[in-house]
């Protein structure tokens, strides 16, 4: 490898550190600001150029007018997020096998058609469910819940969690569910007592997926809820306006994005175990 | 027991529960599609096909159809290209691997419309440091989030910002995967660089490849948030998407039975070509006599 | 008391992969299913052991119907060619699994796995997780469990076939003593290597295209093959086979070949027949026919000689290493002997006789 390439190699790479860290620098500066260091032009350094302050965060902590509380939503996040990821990972995981495992056959609708039926789930863009959603939860009193918006999500999450596992289960040999059953294991024990166990490294991967795409979504949460539930996404959106001064807006966003920070170094290290691969393909 | 009762028990759970939840909003919405409730009439009259006449003629929607398929386009490859190309940076032995992996994976993790909120601070063009850095790199200042052309680039910059890092994810997995036999072939073959990169890797990487770009493109398809906290939809309707354009019509003007017209067009429309392009980049990457 | 199967028949997408299989095998049996690849053997054994249900037919064992049985409560173990263990287990546990499973006794297990490990010789490395392991150890890990489970069926599909060369050997020889004589479990191990069938000495189904073409005690099969296909199957290198015409007192083979008429085929009327001698039933000697050298292969202590003369060409099987270049000039005798006559149908005609001489 000569020096040139190596040079060039690590300029890419440092390049696009720069790109992906600039948001965040620039939020983390912003959320340290007041109004002096926003009205007049961008500004970077600390003390060099504005005069930081911690009114950004202060601000979220205060459940007054003047700042949001971000603890409720925080809360209502995480707790909606895993909820739905956890009862979608099991009815994906379980519909997965199946998928890969046996032969389902309803008139002229194969395994293929089904696997097709979960993902294309994920082609409907949320703005078409919203109304006929809004009335359902409606209808069920759900509207404005953690549990509304709980039963949603299992139908956003689950494709995702389908299509990950039957890919990781086809890459398992059957003959090592053949062999549970001969050594005595109904269908159900193969699953639970054999396959499962070496699922590790895809439920996984599913898992994170689900959790990703649910902490993330805005517009569900949105439109189906107002004042008793709050999520993440929303309550900083909220902010977003132009009266909300923006470092409280900077310090929100910030806040928000941290946690998942823990799971990319966690996907990390499953990717670089080479575990990853078999899950994904 | 038997084998054909268990089996079942193993696709039914989700199977039911998947449908029970997303039936009824499909059948409202086919219903609804054809009624004029709005906010002057609500409620569940009969119009026959007056929504789909009207859509057929609406040229907002399907230049905001055509304006997705540009902005797609131009973000999904821009993702795939450079996602391979970070891949490939860091796939063998580089300085500090593991802290710029878990750095190009963040991207991906955080909430889109919350990146975007910070991103619209980011592109305000006096306030912001966008032209800050253009100035830096000899430009004028640009009006990123008010000039149509510009708003939209700004828009596939944060796409491309937010989604590159799933494509390195995902390829970057593959190649993780790859057997190292080929390459040895390769390089006791004499290939260099660029002929390994392409007689080899890259073919390797083909369903993955594939998996990873249809993925993309039905997510990237139903862009609607970062265009709400952005650009609502502006200047005018230049950053329009389709799924900002029902919005609009749906939940901010009511016209729920034209906005349900609107959707299942939509949806029409996407399953065919997402399945179509599912088929043409299968038969293009995979090679002849591979089953899809 | 015995498997019984009849006219067993399984087509997948056109393709027979079992036709009409009907065979008896009786308990305390040890049956080597011989083929080439697809033949049908792993369809066999998959039948055999309920993983895959046929289209047509019935199996039996002491009279009751199998089919209707799942295969989790049958009595059947199978190993495979590439080494199946459950990849989280220890191998202690491995083999303990399916003996849990039944509701065995905590220490009636660790006696049975720790019999089992022994037999096969892994009783240093039951603490071993699988990936830790050869391939050798990983298949005997497999064994073992299979020994322990003591099942009614016991079912091999090529299991040494991913083993390197001196690990098969000595396996080889460890199965006869492991599945030494018992009179209750019906063993099958699938085979494309008729020497191994020979090896075991034991009973022999030959199988091509998912037809059953003979079965019988192994050196019964090898000296009358009932017909050209099992002839060809049933022996390695394959029976030389020759289209020639029975005539008076000779036999008349291509152009040149004379032989005089040999006294088995004293009942044999005249007509065209094909002629089959194995490999190692010829040999070099001068006045013998003059033939050009095509190919000499050495197989460890042997070669194995590829001659060919117009239109007839001829494998021997000749003891020792020999430095054969492709065109050497040689005479090989024909002992009429030892020549198989197959009558036009295939159908075997005479077979030489099993005295020596």
């Known amino acids: 490898m000569t020096t040139l390439y190596r040079l060039l190699k690590y300029a890419a790479i440092l390049l696009w550190s720069a790109f992906v860290l600039a948001p965040f620098m620039w939020a983390l500066s912003t959320s340290f600001k007041t109004s002096n260091g926003v009205t007049g032009g961008p500004t970077y350094l600390p003390w060099l150029q504005y005069e930081p302050s911690l009114e950004g965060w202060r601000s979220l902590f205060r459940a007054d007018g003047s700042g949001i509380d971000i603890a409720g939503p925080y809360g209502s996040s995480v707790a909606v997020t895993l909820c739905a990821s956890a009862i979608s990972l099991v009815l994906g995981t379980l519909a997965a096998y199946g998928l890969s495992r046996f032969t389902y056959r309803a008139g002229f609708i194969r395994n293929a058609d089904i696997t097709f039926f979960f993902i294309s789930q994920r082609i409907m863009p949320p703005v078409v469910l919203a109304i006929p959603f809004f009335l359902m939860l409606q209808a069920f009193g759900l509207l404005d819940s953690e549990v509304g918006l709980i039963v949603v999500y299992i139908a956003l999450l689950m494709p995702i969690a389908v299509w990950v596992m039957v890919d990781f289960f086809n890459n398992i040999p059957r003959e090592l569910d053949e062999t549970a059953m001969l050594d005595g294991c109904n269908p159900f024990e193969t699953f639970w007592r054999v396959i499962l166990p070496n699922s590790k490294p895809g439920l996984v991967v599913a898992g994170l997926f689900c959790i990703i795409f649910g902490w993330s979504d805005f517009f569900f949460a949105f439109t189906l809820t107002f004042t008793n539930t709050q999520l993440l996404p929303v309550a900083v959106v909220a902010l977003n306006s132009s009266v909300t001064p923006w470092w409280s807006l900077s310090a929100a966003a910030l806040i928000s994005v941290a946690p998942l920070i823990a799971v990319a170094l966690v996907l990390e290290r499953y990717l670089s175990r080479g575990n990853l691969a078999g899950a994904i393909k | 027991m038997t084998i054909h009762r ?238 900002y354009y029902i919005f609009i019509r749906g939940l901010r003007e009511f016209q729920i039975g034209y906005a349900a017209s609107l959707s299942l067009i939509y949806l029409v429309i996407m399953t065919v070509a997402l399945t179509v392009i599912a088929k043409v980049l299968a038969r293009a990457m995979l090679p002849k006599g591979a089953a899809a | ?153 016991l079912l091999l599909d090529e299991p040494l076939v991913n083993l390197d060369y001196k690990l098969r050997e000595q396996l080889r020889e460890e199965f006869l003593s492991l599945f030494a004589k018992q009179d209750r479990a019906i063993m099958v191990y699938a085979t494309t290597e008729p020497n191994e069938a020979l090896l075991f000495d034991a009973e022999v189904l030959v199988m091509h295209e998912g037809r059953l073409l003979q079965s019988g005690p192994a050196r019964e099969v090898y000296a009358r093959p009932a017909n050209v296909e099992v002839a060809r199957i049933f022996s390695d290198p394959p029976m030389n086979l020759m289209q020639g015409i029975l005539h008076g007192d000779e036999i008349r083979i291509g152009h040149a070949m004379r032989l005089s008429r040999p006294r088995h085929f004293d009942s044999l009327p005249n007509g065209n027949y094909t002629f089959g001698i194995h490999p190692g039933d010829l ?75």
């Open chain 2, 6 to 243: 268990a089996k079942w028990f193993f696709l039914l759970p989700g199977l039911l529960v998947l449908v029970a939840i997303i039936l009824f909003p499909l059948l409202f919405t086919i219903r609804v599609s054809f009624s004029g409730w709005d906010v002057a009439q609500p409620g569940l009259d009969w119009i026959a096909g007056f929504n789909y006449t009207r859509q057929l003629q609406d040229l907002r929607f399907w230049e905001s159809m055509a304006r997705l398929a540009l902005l797609t386009l131009a973000s999904v490859t821009l993702e795939y290209v450079l996602g391979l190309a970070l891949a490939l940076l860091l796939w063998r032995e580089v300085k500090a691997q593991r802290f710029f992996r878990v750095l190009f994976l963040v991207p991906m993790m955080t909430t889109p419309v919350i990146m975007s909120v910070i991103w619209r601070t980011f592109f305000h063009e006096s306030l912001g440091p966008a032209n800050d850095i253009a100035q830096l790199l000899g430009f004028a200042p640009q009006a990123w989030l008010t000039d149509g052309n510009l708003a939209t680039a700004s828009i596939v910059i944060v796409e491309v910002w937010q989604w590159t890092s799933f494509m390195f994810l995902l390829l970057l997995a593959g190649l993780l995967s790859l057997p190292r036999e080929p390459f040895l072939a390769a390089a006791i073959d004499g290939a260099g660089p660029v002929r390994t990169f392409l007689r080899v890797t890259f073919p390797m990487l083909a369903p993955i490849s594939i998996g990873a770009l249809l993925i993309r493109l039905i997510e990237a398809s139903k862009l609607m948030e970062t265009v709400y906290a952005m650009t609502s939809g502006g200047p005018g309707t230049a950053t329009e998407t389709p799924s």
């Open chain 3, 1 to 153: 008391m015995a498997l019984i199967t009849s006219q067993l028949s399984r087509r997948v997408d056109g393709v027979p992969y079992l036709d009409n299989v009907s065979c008896r095998l009786e308990r305390g049996g040890f049956y080597v299913v011989v083929g080439p690849t697809l033949s049908g053997k792993t369809s066999l054994l998959r039948a055999l052991a309920g993983l895959d249900l046929p289209d047509t037919g019935a199996i039996t064992l002491d009279g009751r119907d199998q089919r209707k049985v799942p295969v989790w409560k049958r009595s059947v173990s199978m190993v495979y060619q590439q080494f199946i263990n459950y990849p989280h287990l220890s191998v202690f546990d491995n083999i303990a699994f399916p003996l849990r499973r039944r509701g065995m006794g905590a220490e009636e297990v660790d006696r049975k796995v720790r019999q089992a490990a022994q037999r096969v010789a892994l009783m240093p490395l039951l603490d071993r997780m699988p990936a830790a392991l050869s391939g050798g150890q990983q298949q005997r890990m497999a064994l073992a469990r299979s020994l322990a489970k003591d099942d009614d069926l």
């Open chain 3, 283 to 357: 040999a070099m000697h001068g006045g013998g026919i003059a033939m050009q050298v095509d190919l000499a292969e050495i197989n460890g202590s042997e070669t194995c000689l590829h001659a060919s003369r117009d239109s007839v060409n001829l494998v021997l099987l000749l003891a020792g290493v020999h430095g054969y270049v492709p065109g050497d000039r040689v005479e090989i005798a024909i002992d009429g002997f030892r020549l198989f006559a197959f009558a036009a149908d295939g159908k075997l005609a005479v077979a030489p006789s099993t005295n020596q001489g």
